[in-house]
């Protein structure tokens, strides 16, 4: 009868996704980064509970009442209900605390939205500039066109041809990120299409959408995940810019610029309607870009080896 040990079955591969993550929670900055990403959301999505008091409900009675300020209700039954306004009230008597819980979703709806139509127009335009020769001339020159008008100009332009609201600011966000991603997009794919692997998939007679998928777009992948949280962090400032304007959200939605917005004029006197949006706008702003920057190092070859 054998005796011979037995041989330990091998180690199955991990998954691109789930050995992507580990890397990316080695870097600390990366995973603080996503942290901070992570309460952000889970803010917005549960701002109706974290929010005691409506966003939109006006009371003259408590204007730039300061953070800590605390008003009590009396029922005419005689019950009490006592509301605390942790982050004080603007000049209208809004709850800014809760305005600014409501205004995150605002802030990481519109970034997600705008990085996922940019990503995809911009994939698109790319791969037709890059690989299709007649059309890469007036795609580009196209692009080079919307390059020339600074993004912060035209997304102002974009804006006064629509309706203020939502979908026109998210349209005047994405406009102006398009050209980086095609230029982004056309640059990879000029380098690809050169390469051996590439040659001897068309000599072999792979059709176009065949070849594009299957060899050349998983290589605009891990740039354009890192593109992606570059845009987003742009998109958030974006629009709070034309928030503060006065041409982007409209004002009875709140959000970081609108708060900040209705509180400039007072900023000396009453610091806290812009201390607080403007903390939670800085921190989603860098911890986009400290991602960003994570996401850069570990799917870099030459960074992730170091």
């Known amino acids: 009868m054998s005796t011979e040990p037995a041989v330990p079955a091998p180690a199955l591969p991990s998954p691109p996704s789930v ?19 992570l309460a952000m959301a889970l803010i917005g999505l549960l701002a109706p509970l974290l929010g005691t008091i409506d966003p ?9 009442r300061p953070p800590g300020y605390e008003r009590t209700i009396r029922a005419e039954d005689g019950s009490t209900t006592t509301f605390r306004h942790r982050m004080g009230t603007d000049s ?34 790319g791969l037709i500039a890059g690989y299709i020769r007649p059309l890469d001339g007036p795609i580009m020159r196209l692009m080079d066109g919307l390059m ?3 993004g912060i100009l035209l997304a102002i332009a974009v804006v006064s041809l629509f309706r203020a609201g939502l979908p026109a600011v998210i349209a005047a966000i994405v406009v102006p990120e398009i050209p980086r991603v095609v230029r982004l997009v056309r640059s990879i794919v000029l380098s690809v299409r050169e390469e051996p692997y ?79 949006p403007g903390i939670f706008l800085g921190l989603t702003v860098l911890a986009v ?18």
Request: aromatic residues 4%.
């Open 92 to 125: 209208l008597g809004r709850d800014v605390y809760s305005r600014v819980l409501y205004g995150a979703r605002i802030s990481l709806v519109i970034a997600v939205t705008v990085a996922a139509l940019a990503l995809a127009v911009g994939l698109l335009l």
């Open 198 to 276: 590439v040659e001897a998939a068309i000599m072999a007679g792979t059709r176009l959408p065949h070849l594009m998928a299957r060899h050349i777009l998983p290589n605009t992948v891990a740039p354009l995940i890192v593109q992606g949280t570059f845009i987003a962090a742009s998109a958030i400032l974006v629009e709070a810019v034309l928030s503060f304007l006065g041409i982007g959200i409209p004002p009875e939605i709140p959000s970081w610029g609108n708060i900040m917005a209705e509180g400039r004029n007072l900023f000396r006197v009453y610091p806290h309607t812009i201390l607080y």
């Open 19 to 37: 050995s992507l993550a580990r890397r990316l929670l080695r870097n600390p900055v990366a995973a603080a980064s996503a942290g901070v990403l």
């Open 148 to 150: 020339a008008i600074p």
């Open 289 to 306: 870009n400290m991602l960003g920057d994570g996401l850069r190092d570990t799917l870099d070859p030459k960074m992730a080896g170091r």
């Open 56 to 64: 939109t409900a006006i009371n003259p009675a408590t204007r730039n």
